[in-house]
């Protein structure tokens, strides 16, 4: 491969130095790239996906050793693949997975490769069977899937390139950098920029020829974006086309100087890809774009647009790292306030107890109203006599008081109340077959299921539930509750407490069964 300068072009960029430069830039912060890459698998760039990855590895691995005639290489895959199906069991993660709203989606996803064809499979297949809720759920679930790809993939993809092109010249560069885009307010419109970006190469995707050309001409797009996520949609686009115009092909040539990475990494089940394929690569382009983008401020093209000189020549440092600044220096972010609530707040101990009721109670009604909308009728779902479901109650409390530290950060407060959640379930279960012998609730078949007590889609419910309680319900209730006279609150805290021991004890001797509970 050549690196010859084209004649009539601008100045070149050469393949060798560009990649030279990267590897550089990448055994100063291995350790963090290597995160970031990981991170991007899960949630930024599933372009290839682990179990795509292993399964390959598995099949080139088997053409390997019978090629060279290992006697005991066709034991060693079957005791991997074993392995892998033990966990995928355990999980239920995968086409195994036939229950429930997300499996569902997910499964018309990964078979026909198109969110649209899901969406029209789940609701046509909803209303053969006359289900409205379930028609309904369908449309919810893959439009959140939708929203999540845009508005959250998306700008995790911008600050996972933002971290890319800091780590270059910034030595320390902190994983937190993938959350540049919301730590500037920018979700929505970086959202937007990426509808914009997918709409265009939908429509150069009908001339089918003119797609891999085009691809290559949006390549900075989100590099632009991630230096200044400010730029509009189409600004970005045109300045993209502008460095990219007479690098295409070079920026392909860039791109195929991998493939070699990548077959090695299937031979390592996708090690050697996630922990220095990818990020190799991701600090090459990372390279690259800076090059261009000098290129073009040299022709007087794009200043306007990506004018952060921080991101070309660090500042001076008073304690630099290798002679230059660790860290990028984010100018002052305003703080955001997406909900108005005192994070030092304490709640008493008689309006806990009151809240841990009222939360019992609604988790209570919910589950008797959705007991009608899937079966048809009124169902007492409550594992007790009494009209309240304590699982709902513990958990809303448990968020409450072991959540404080994160009240200021409500995505934050969103997975941990999840986690909360589920582990409180999961705990409930174990426990409540142990004193009774009988299994409640049983989400066999639901995407990512753990044995049955918990699934994915049951602690995204938990999580919306607990983060509107901390911020909505439970800031209401507590005003409204500390308006009730000492000594009445007592009263009816004494009550309340009186009534559910007993139920207690009552529900320990004389377990409920029947429909919709345990049948």
């Not at 491969?1 to 990448?26: I, Y």
């Not at 996972?160 to 010249?169: A, C, S, V, W």
């Not at 991998?258 to 890809?273: D, E, K, P, R």
Request: glycine share 8%.
């Amino acid at each position: 491969m050549h690196d010859r300068v084209a004649p009539g072009l601008p100045e070149q960029w050469r393949l060798k130095e560009v990649k030279a430069a990267a590897r550089l830039s990448f055994r100063t912060n291995v350790t963090n790239c290597a995160i970031v890459s990981l991170l991007g698998a899960a949630l930024i760039w599933p372009v290839i996906s682990p179990s795509a990855i292993v399964t390959t590895s598995h099949d080139v691995l088997d053409a390997i050793f019978r090629l060279v005639g290992w006697s005991r290489g066709e034991a060693f895959l079957a005791d991997a693949q074993s392995d892998i199906d033990r966990l995928k069991s355990w999980t239920s993660l995968g086409k195994d997975s036939d229950a429930g709203v997300i499996a569902g989606v997910y499964n018309d996803v990964e078979s026909s490769g198109s969110i649209a064809k899901a969406l029209l499979y789940a609701i046509s297949h909803a209303i053969l069977q006359l289900n409205l809720s379930a028609s309904v759920i369908a449309i919810l679930a893959v439009l959140v899937t939708i929203a999540v790809s845009l508005w959250l993939r998306t700008p995790l993809r911008v600050g996972g390139l933002r971290f890319y092109t800091e780590t270059r010249i910034y030595p320390a560069t902190p994983v937190t950098r993938l959350l540049f885009v919301f730590r500037h307010h920018r979700t929505w419109a970086i959202g937007v920029a990426g509808l914009y970006k997918i709409c265009w190469l939908v429509l150069w995707g009908l001339t089918i020829v003119m797609l891999p050309v085009k691809y290559y001409s949006y390549l900075m797009y989100e590099y632009i974006l991630a230096e200044n996520p400010e730029a509009g949609p189409r600004q970005a686009l045109k300045l993209s086309q502008a460095m990219m115009k007479g690098n295409r092909w070079r920026a392909f040539l860039l791109d195929l100087s991998f493939l070699g990475w990548y077959v090695l990494g299937l031979l390592t089940f996708g090690v050697m890809i996630y922990f220095y394929a990818a990020p190799y690569r991701n600090l090459t382009r990372a390279e690259l774009f800076v090059r261009l983008r000098q290129a073009c401020h040299a022709r007087g093209v794009g200043r306007d647009i990506c004018n952060d000189p921080c991101l070309v020549d660090p500042p001076l440092a008073d304690e630099p790292v290798n002679g230059v600044l660790a860290v990028y220096p984010d100018p002052h972010i305003k703080p955001h306030h997406l909900v108005h609530v005192d994070p030092d707040h304490r709640y008493s101990w008689a309006n806990l107890v009151l809240i841990f009721f009222c939360f019992s109670f609604i988790g209570w009604v919910y589950e008797s109203v959705m007991s009608l909308a899937y079966v048809g009728k009124l169902v007492n779902r409550g594992v007790m006599y009494g009209p309240w479901l304590p699982i709902y109650g513990s958990g809303g409390v448990a968020a409450l008081l072991f959540l404080k530290r994160l009240r200021r950060h409500p995505v934050w407060t969103f997975f941990a109340a999840m986690v909360t959640c589920g582990i409180i379930e999961f705990l409930a279960a174990v426990i409540i077959q142990a004193v009774t012998g009988l299994q409640y609730w049983s989400y066999q078949g639901y995407f990512f299921n753990i044995e049955g007590r918990v699934c994915l889609e049951g602690m995204l419910v938990f999580g919306l539930g607990c983060t509107a309680a901390i911020y909505l319900l439970a800031p209401m209730l507590d005003t409204w509750f500390s308006r009730i006279r000492p000594n009445l609150r007592y009263w009816i805290i004494a009550l309340l407490l009186a009534g559910f021991i007993t139920d207690l004890v009552l529900t320990a001797i004389y377990p409920r069964t029947g429909f919709g509970l345990t049948s």
